[in-house]
Structures are given as structure tokens and as C-alpha cells.
């Protein structure tokens, strides 16, 4: 929506020009409390327009309103030709009668403050003689979601008109200069990040425990209900493959995406050598490498020793917390381009392989989100039985977040969100979920495993890859290790899909088939992956007294 109005530039407009923006805000489904900050603010901007205004004799001047809304953003432009000023002393100067005591009017006092406070939202610059004063606001908190989804459907829309109307080498000109490559540095970024928010959120968790017995016990339960939950999942996606049986060898032939790079990565899946590596030989290559557990290893230890230091606990403290802060905001600016990464990817990827072959593979797909479903009902059964809750209050607090973490794509991105979730709406003490959130984003990844189990047995049933008896052993164990080394981050899980068929001699060029659809599998294997974490941090902080049953139920 973009609504653009004119008024003469005069202080009694100031009330036409506040109800134009009003009504517009109305139509956009504004919060009435967001409502009446922002008219205050348009009120000041206007009126801080008009002082400055330039009147010539012949013609009075004009302010003008432009009032734009797309996809959850909505942004206020106010316009006028007038003098350069300085807006932010304006704003300071309401906001300091205030603090001199000279607002005897206390109504004034407040509208002062607010003002005072908003200054900071509001961008005014000058230019040819016009003043303009922007101010941006984000509708709601799915605003992200929306523009997530708007940028997939306009790529598979955009993606099949350009496969069918250009031509290929433009297509192929397209995808190598500009789609891969936006998609390549937004994985990168991630990956840049990934190692030290996982190090840094795990020791500033740890530090804030005294005493060594209670993380312990904590730890110990937190960790034995993600491998419950791991254990069932993987279970879960074996039993709905076996119900549903997607596959079938036609789609053998559909190959035709390049599955290099996704399997030109190696992944270690023995159990033995996941134990003896998760202590790392120096302290560099666990974050050169990303290796998770290694990491964790690493947080846990200098989290312990920090706490016992005495003379330095507190400022190693303090500066463990400084970093934590950092990475997790450095994650969030990173995850605002997800749109346009999602966009770039979709493309690329829908240039590289036919529709059909994507069609073709829906009912993996669908087998895959029925699992997820089963899973869903897995978490609540444990919140009554073990946790002795009420899991109606847990789903319905949870359920605007599955919204946010399904379109971050990453459990690491998501870790603000989630430990959000666990202390403003679930009631989980801090002590709990900020161990348990970063540890689950990356030991528990229930929604990876179903999809591992479902899309390997599928692809297997595809190429006629008999799995029975020792390989089905092998496969489970292996998704369990993959699971809990990969890293929370998106297509991490086609990474592990693809370590896993090699392994069960199902030829790696099948990861091609998927591959399409790996973006919005990633996005429901990341909600999935979040839920559990978040299900096990309220059961573990009921069973330790640490959750505010008040905020529970509310
Ligand atoms: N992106 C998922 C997560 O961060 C992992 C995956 O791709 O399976 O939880």
C-alpha cells in the first residue's frame, strides 16, 4: 500500500495530517499502543515541519505525507521545503524541559519522555531545499515471516518463468553470477558466527552456576532427555517411512542438479571416534572446523575453570557475557538478509532442476511432515508424563515462536528467540534454558533426524538400496551422531543427508533430487528441532522448581 497526501502547511492541519496517518495505520492492523506513540511522534514531526517551513508570498507552503506498508514494514515519510534544522534537538529540547522540572503540566511531562524516547527511531535529512522526516515501523513480529515466504513464492514463481522463457545460458549466466553466489556468502556468514555463539552462550550459561553439583544434575538431565527425544525421533521417522513408503525407482532418472557441493563434505560417523574426538588435540581447530562437540567440550571446561579462578571470575564474567551479546547480535543482522538469501537460493535452484523433479518428491516430503506431527504429539505426551503439565499452555505460548525459528532456518539464530520464549512466556528460569537452548541447538535436532531417516530410506527405496538388519543398525546410529554433531545452522541437515546415503551405498548423486526442496524442509526441520528444545528445557526446569507456574499459566 503507498498513500501519499497533501496539506497546507499550517499548525491547524497538524490534526488532519494525525488522523490521515491513523486511519491508515488502522487499516494495517496497528496495536493500539504502538498506535498512539507513533501519532504522537507524526504530531511533533509535523509540527517541527511547519516551524520550518518556507512560505513565499505568493504561495503558502505544503507538507506532504506519504504513508507506504508492504509485506509487515510500514514506514511514515513527512516532507516540506524549508531550512536545514536540527530535528534531534528539537526532539531534546521537549524531552529536557522535562528533566529541568519546567513541565508543570503533567501530562505534558509524559508526552515529553515519550518524545524524548522516540527521537531515536525518526531519520531527517535535507535535501534540495526539502526537509523530509522518515520513520519506520515493523507491523508485527511475522512482518519476517512474510517476507521470508513472499520471497520464496517469488522465486519459484520467477523460477519457472525464466526456465521457461529464457534461454538456458542466460539461466545458467544467472545462476553462476548472481544466485550461488548471494547464496554461498549468506551460508558463509552463518558459518563465520556459528562457533563462537555455541562457545560463547555455553560458558556465559555455565558461569552463572555456583555450584558444580546442580549444573551437573541440570546438565545430566537436560542431556538425557535430548537423547530420549533423539532416540524417539529417529524412531518415529523410520516407523512413518514404513507406513507410507515414499520412493519409487522412476524418479531414479530425474537427476540432473549438481550435488557436488553439498557432498563434497565429510562428516565423521563412528561412534568411537565421535567420543575420543570430542576432546580436541588444540584449542584453534575446534573453531577453524566448527566442530561442535569439541566446542562444547571447550565452553564447558572454560565456563568450569572461569568460575573457579577467584580474582578473575569476575571480569572473565563479564567479558564472556560482552561476547555472548555480541555473536547473538552480529546472528540477528546476518539472519535480516534471509529473505533475499531464500529468494537467491530458491532461484538457483529452480534453474538447475526441473519442477517435475521437485513434484516428484513431494511425497517424501509430506511422509516427512506427518513425522514431525508424530512428533509434536511425542513432545506433549512427555510434558504430561514427565513433566506433569498441562501441554495445552505450552503449545499455545510456544506456537507464535514455531512461526519466527521456521523462517530463521537456524537453530543457532533462533537461540535469542527461544531463550525469549522460555523466559517471557513459558516462565523457565534463566538457569535453565540458557544451558539448555545452546546445547540444544546443537546435540538436538529431532526434526533432522526424522527427515534423515525418512529421505535416506526413501532415496535408498529409489535406487534399489536394500536396508536391512546391520545397515538399518548403522543408519540409525549414524543419524543420531550426525544429528548431534551437525551444527544449527540451514542446510545442515542436506549435509548430513548427504554423508548418510554414501554410507549406506546409495549413489551421492541422489541428493540432487532433493536438494530443491532442502530450503523449505530446513525451515520445518529447524521449527521441529526448536520445539524440542524448548519442550525439554520446561520439563527439566518443572522437575528442578525453576519454572514461574504463574507465566505457565497465563
Ligand atoms: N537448520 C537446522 C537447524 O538449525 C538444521 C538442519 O538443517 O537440519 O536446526
Same mark, same amino acid.
Given at each position: 500500500?503507498?498513500?501519499?497526501q497533501?496539506?497546507?502547511?499550517?499548525k491547524?492541519?497538524?490534526?488532519?495530517?494525525?488522523?490521515?496517518?491513523?486511519?491508515? +495505520?488502522?487499516?494495517?492492523?496497528?496495536? @493500539?499502543?504502538?498506535?498512539?506513540?507513533?501519532?504522537?511522534?507524526?504530531?511533533?514531526?509535523a509540527?517541527?515541519?511547519?516551524?520550518?517551513?518556507?512560505?513565499?508570498?505568493?504561495?503558502?507552503?505544503?507538507? *506532504?505525507?506519504?504513508?507506504?506498508?508492504?509485506?509487515?514494514?510500514?514506514?511514515?515519510?513527512?516532507?516540506?521545503?524549508?531550512?536545514?534544522?536540527?530535528?534531534?534537538?528539537?526532539?531534546?529540547?521537549?524531552?529536557?524541559?522535562?528533566?529541568?522540572?519546567?513541565?508543570?503540566?503533567? @501530562?505534558?511531562?509524559?508526552?515529553? =519522555?515519550?518524545?524524548?524516547?522516540?527521537?531515536?527511531?525518526?531519520?531527517?535529512?535535507?535535501?534540495?531545499? =526539502?526537509?523530509?522526516?522518515?520513520?519506520?515501523?515493523?507491523?508485527?513480529?511475522?512482518? #519476517?515471516?512474510?517476507? !521470508? +515466504?513472499?520471497?520464496m513464492?517469488?522465486?519459484?514463481?520467477?523460477?519457472?518463468?525464466?526456465?521457461?522463457?529464457?534461454?538456458?545460458? $542466460?539461466?545458467?549466466?544467472?545462476? !553462476?553470477?548472481?544466485?550461488?553466489?548471494?547464496?554461498?556468502?549468506?551460508?558463509?556468514?552463518?558459518?563465520?558466527v556459528?562457533?563462537?555463539?555455541?562457545?560463547?552462550?555455553?560458558?556465559?550459561?555455565?558461569?552463572?552456576?555456583?555450584?558444580? /553439583?546442580?549444573?551437573?544434575?541440570?546438565?545430566?538431565?537436560?542431556?538425557?532427555?535430548?537423547?530420549?527425544?533423539?532416540?524417539?525421533?529417529?524412531?518415529?521417522g523410520? %516407523?512413518?517411512?514404513?507406513?507410507?513408503g515414499?520412493?519409487?525407482?522412476?524418479?531414479?532418472?530425474?537427476? !540432473?542438479?549438481?550435488?557436488? /557441493?553439498v557432498?563434497?563434505?565429510?562428516?565423521?560417523?563412528?561412534?568411537?571416534?565421535?567420543i575420543?574426538?570430542?576432546?580436541?588435540s588444540d584449542?584453534?581447530?575446534?573453531?577453524?572446523?566448527?566442530?561442535?562437540? @569439541?566446542?562444547?567440550?571447550?565452553?564447558?571446561?572454560?565456563?568450569?575453570?572461569?568460575?573457579?579462578?577467584?580474582?578473575?571470575?569476575?571480569?572473565?564474567?563479564?567479558?564472556?557475557?560482552?561476547?555472548?551479546?555480541?555473536?547473538?547480535?552480529?546472528?540477528?543482522?546476518?539472519?535480516k538478509?534471509?529473505p533475499?538469501?531464500?529468494?537467491?537460493?530458491?532461484? /538457483?535452484?529452480?534453474?538447475? &532442476?526441473?519442477?517435475? *523433479?521437485?513434484?516428484? $518428491?513431494?511425497?517424501?516430503?509430506?511422509?516427512?511432515?506427518?513425522?514431525?506431527?508424530?512428533?509434536?504429539?511425542?513432545?506433549?505426551?512427555?510434558?504430561?508424563f514427565?513433566?506433569?503439565?498441562?501441554? $495445552?499452555y505450552?503449545?499455545?505460548?510456544?506456537?507464535?515462536?514455531?512461526?519466527?525459528v #521456521?523462517?530463521?532456518?537456524?537453530?543457532?539464530?533462533?537461540?535469542?528467540?527461544? &531463550?525469549?520464549?522460555?523466559?517471557?512466556?513459558?516462565?523457565? /528460569?534463566?538457569?535453565?534454558?540458557?544451558?539448555?537452548?545452546?546445547? %540444544?541447538?546443537?546435540?538436538?535436532?529431532?526434526?533432522?533426524?526424522?527427515?534423515?531417516?525418512?529421505?535416506?530410506?526413501?532415496?535408498?527405496?529409489?535406487?534399489?538400496?536394500?536396508?536391512?538388519?546391520?545397515?538399518?543398525?548403522?543408519?540409525?546410529?549414524?543419524?543420531?551422531?550426525?544429528?548431534?554433531?551437525?551444527?544449527?545452522?540451514?542446510?545442515?541437515?542436506?549435509?548430513?543427508?548427504?554423508?548418510l546415503?554414501? @554410507?549406506?551405498?546409495?549413489?551421492?548423486?541422489?541428493?540432487?533430487?532433493?536438494?530443491?526442496?532442502?530450503?523449505l524442509?530446513?525451515?520445518?526441520?529447524?521449527?521441529?528441532?526448536?520445539?524440542?528444545?524448548?519442550?525439554?528445557?520446561?520439563?527439566?526446569a518443572?522437575?528442578?522448581?525453576?519454572?514461574? &507456574?504463574?507465566?505457565?499459566?497465563?
Open positions: 500500500m503507498r498513500k501519499k497533501q496539506y497546507i502547511a499550517d491547524q492541519n497538524i490534526g488532519r495530517i494525525v488522523d490521515f496517518v491513523r486511519d491508515r +495505520l488502522k487499516e494495517c492492523g496497528i496495536k @493500539q499502543k504502538e498506535l498512539v506513540k507513533v501519532m504522537l511522534t507524526v504530531e511533533e514531526a509540527g517541527s515541519l511547519i516551524d520550518h517551513c518556507a512560505v513565499s508570498p505568493e504561495e503558502s507552503g505544503k507538507i *506532504t505525507v506519504i504513508f507506504k506498508a508492504f509485506m509487515g514494514n510500514v514506514s511514515i515519510e513527512l516532507s516540506a521545503k524549508g531550512e536545514e534544522y536540527s530535528l534531534a534537538n528539537n526532539m531534546a529540547l521537549a524531552s529536557s524541559a522535562y528533566e529541568d522540572g519546567d513541565g508543570d503540566d503533567i @501530562q505534558e511531562s509524559i508526552r515529553n =519522555i515519550i518524545l524524548g524516547s522516540l527521537a531515536d527511531g525518526l531519520k531527517y535529512r535535507h535535501k534540495n531545499g =526539502i526537509n523530509y522526516i522518515c520513520m519506520g515501523l515493523v507491523r508485527s513480529k511475522r512482518a #519476517f515471516l512474510y517476507q !521470508t +515466504l513472499g520471497a513464492a517469488a522465486a519459484v514463481i520467477l523460477g519457472l518463468i525464466f526456465s521457461s522463457v529464457l534461454p538456458d545460458s $542466460v539461466n545458467t549466466f544467472l545462476n !553462476t553470477n548472481i544466485f550461488a553466489p548471494v547464496k554461498t556468502m549468506y551460508m558463509n556468514s552463518l558459518k563465520m556459528v562457533a563462537p555463539v555455541v562457545f560463547f552462550s555455553i560458558i556465559s550459561c555455565i558461569v552463572q552456576f555456583s555450584d558444580l /553439583s546442580a549444573l551437573g544434575r541440570i546438565g545430566a538431565k537436560i542431556i538425557s532427555l535430548y537423547l530420549l527425544t533423539t532416540f524417539i525421533a529417529v524412531g518415529a523410520i %516407523g512413518i517411512f514404513y507406513l507410507i515414499p520412493g519409487d525407482a522412476s524418479l531414479a532418472a530425474a537427476i !540432473t542438479a549438481d550435488a557436488s /557441493s557432498t563434497s563434505q565429510t562428516m565423521d560417523v563412528s561412534i568411537k571416534d565421535t575420543v574426538g570430542i576432546i580436541p584449542i584453534i581447530n575446534p573453531f577453524l572446523k566448527a566442530n561442535m562437540l @569439541q566446542l562444547i567440550f571447550m565452553a564447558v571446561l572454560c565456563g568450569i575453570a572461569t568460575g573457579l579462578l577467584g580474582k578473575y571470575s569476575g571480569t572473565l564474567t563479564d567479558f564472556f557475557s560482552a561476547c555472548n551479546d555480541l555473536f547473538l547480535k552480529i546472528t540477528g543482522l546476518i539472519i538478509i534471509m533475499i538469501a531464500v529468494f537467491c537460493s530458491i532461484m /538457483s535452484m529452480m534453474l538447475t &532442476m526441473g519442477i517435475d *523433479t521437485i513434484i516428484s $518428491v513431494m511425497g517424501m516430503f509430506g511422509t516427512f511432515l506427518l513425522g514431525l506431527l508424530a512428533m509434536m504429539l511425542v513432545y506433549c505426551i512427555l510434558i504430561i514427565i513433566g506433569r503439565l498441562n501441554p $495445552v505450552f503449545v499455545r505460548k510456544y506456537l507464535p515462536y514455531m512461526l519466527q #521456521f523462517s530463521l532456518a537456524s537453530s543457532n539464530a533462533a537461540i535469542p528467540v527461544n &531463550m525469549e520464549a522460555c523466559e517471557k512466556k513459558i516462565g523457565i /528460569s534463566k538457569k535453565i534454558f540458557s544451558l539448555s537452548i545452546p546445547l %540444544g541447538a546443537t546435540l538436538n535436532m529431532d526434526g533432522t533426524c526424522i527427515h534423515l531417516a525418512v529421505f535416506a530410506l526413501a532415496l535408498a527405496k529409489t535406487f534399489g538400496v536394500e536396508v536391512t538388519g546391520s545397515a538399518m543398525l548403522s543408519m540409525i546410529i549414524s543419524i543420531i551422531v550426525l544429528s548431534m554433531g551437525a551444527p544449527g545452522i540451514p542446510g545442515a541437515g542436506l549435509i548430513c543427508l548427504s554423508v546415503i554414501t @554410507q549406506m551405498n546409495v549413489p551421492v548423486e541422489a541428493i540432487g533430487l532433493v536438494m530443491g526442496i532442502d530450503s524442509c530446513g525451515m520445518f526441520r529447524t521449527m521441529s528441532n526448536c520445539l524440542g528444545d524448548v519442550a525439554v528445557s520446561t520439563i527439566v518443572k522437575s528442578e522448581n525453576e519454572l514461574d &507456574m504463574e507465566i505457565y499459566r497465563k
